[in-house]
Nanobody
Framework: QVLLVESGGGLVQAGGSLRLSCAAS????????MGWFRQAPGKEREFVAA???????LYVDSVKGRFTIARDNAKNTLYLQMNSLKPEDTAVYYC?????????????????WGQGTQVTVSS
């Protein structure tokens, strides 16, 4: 079992920055590929970014060049640095883990989920 707890969400103006954190516990963090997903009101949960144990990463096109995913295996923590935020980035952001090494974008291939943290970007 893996427990994931997100933090760092909040209200920010367009063009601003936030850094989300996801603290993991329960199993060897470095053995898991990790991802960030988001869900806006009335929409389905969507892939944002993922990172393998090796550091290899993948992003959805809409956040490339603005968001950076990173992990600190020594601290069992996943991060998402979000810069140049836009109102359309407003959503609940979820941290997810999958008990495999490769990065994938498919929601159903992640085994564990956090409770989510709200990010609101005002125009």
């Amino acid at each position: 079992q893996v427990l994931l707890v997100e933090s760092g969400g909040g209200l920010v103006q367009a063009g601003g920055s936030l850094r989300l954190s996801c603290a993991a516990s329960g199993r060897t963090f470095s053995n898991y590929a990790m991802g960030w997903f988001r869900q806006a009101p009335g929409k389905e949960r969507e892939f944002v970014a993922a990172i393998a144990w090796s550091g290899a990463s993948l992003y959805v096109d809409s956040v490339k060049g603005r968001f950076t995913i990173a992990r600190d295996n020594a601290k069992n923590t996943l991060y998402l640095q979000m810069n140049s935020l836009k109102p359309e980035d407003t959503a609940v952001y979820y941290c997810a883990a999958r008990s495999a090494t490769g990065v994938v974008t498919t929601l159903s291939r992640y085994n564990y989920w956090g409770q989510g943290t709200q990010v609101t970007v005002s125009s």
